[in-house]
């Protein structure tokens, strides 16, 4: 009997391709944002169950159904690959932020050549110690306006940001413990902005990392002040470290804006991952 040994290899690469497909599914079920590879994993394991059944010649009850099976098991998973690219191309081309759901979704102000007044550099993340914040909002302004995709979390309204340094779509958190049911936050939110509590840090997370994920030129500038007044100094710390981290790994550049006192050691502490900002 002559071995077929492409089949053997096949056969032992799709038992770990399943599993690698469902561990993916498990991941991604609830992440709407990520929804076409759910699609092509659920299809990698019909594809891979096909490849099972017709390379160990298993039947299913007799010869005709067996190929109405193996029909079918091809039938859905190129139709479920079809969704899935056409969806993807959709979400790249058209609906970045909608089918994603993305709360603060990126985007250019405009591709001009503006030169910073302040020393920064792709890959870089800063700390602003009792810096001018009108400043730092102006050479943040100009990033955006010359091909960074921004994104702000300060303490200011969005309405108001957008009329000083007119900033039409730049992503704004709003950082207050305002209710967001008060008519003053309804009217001074604006498109592409969103309140964002101090407290809430895991929510704060996840908005960096979506808007990281999309985001092709980041440039995030966060206002520190209330956060840290509101919350342990030590998780605040967790948090800034992993932006820094997570904004470096994409080449972005990363602004931390702090204008309240703190201990020496603990500026220490944050000067030990964030470069001073001259």
Avoid: C
């Avoid at 009792?130 to 909002?137: G, P, T």
């Avoid at 209330?226 to 100094?233: D, G, Q, T």
């Avoid at 981290?245 to 000067?271: H, P, S, T």
Wanted: glycine share 4%; hydrophobic share 45%; proline share 3%.
């Amino acid at each position: 009997m002559e071995i077929n040994y492409i089949s053997i290899l096949t056969l032992i690469l799709s038992i770990p391709s399943m599993i690698l497909s469902f561990l993916i599914f498990q991941k991604i079920y609830n992440q709407k944002h990520k929804r076409p590879w759910l699609y092509i994993s659920i299809s990698s394991i019909f594809i891979m169950l096909k490849s099972i059944l017709e390379i160990v010649n298993i039947k299913i009850i007799n010869s005709a159904i067996t190929i109405v099976v193996l029909g079918l098991l091809n039938f859905v998973s190129v139709s479920l690959i079809f969704f899935a690219l056409l969806l993807e191309y959709l979400i790249t081309k058209y609906y970045k932020g909608k089918f994603l759901k993305i709360k603060f979704i990126p985007v250019q102000e405009g591709t001009l050549s503006e030169s910073f007044d302040i020393n920064i550099s792709n890959g870089e993340a800063y700390l602003a110690y009792k810096k001018d914040k009108q400043f730092l909002l102006e050479e943040f302004s100009k990033g955006v306006k010359s091909g960074f995709e921004g994104f702000l979390l300060v303490e200011n309204s969005p309405k108001e940001i957008r009329e000083k340094y007119n900033l039409q779509k730049t992503p704004i958190a709003w950082i207050t413990q305002i209710s967001d049911e008060s008519s003053y936050i309804k009217e001074n939110l604006t498109e592409n902005s969103d309140v964002v509590e101090p407290i809430k840090i895991n929510q704060i997370v996840d908005d960096i990392d979506l808007f990281l994920e999309e985001a092709e030129r980041p440039f995030i500038l966060i206002e520190i002040n209330e956060i840290i007044r509101i919350n342990n100094i030590g998780i605040v710390f967790e948090l800034l470290n992993y932006i820094s981290n997570k904004v470096k790994n994409r080449n972005g550049i990363l602004i931390v804006m702090l204008n309240r006192d703190i201990e020496k050691d603990l500026l220490f502490d944050l000067r030990s991952f964030l470069k001073d900002l001259t």
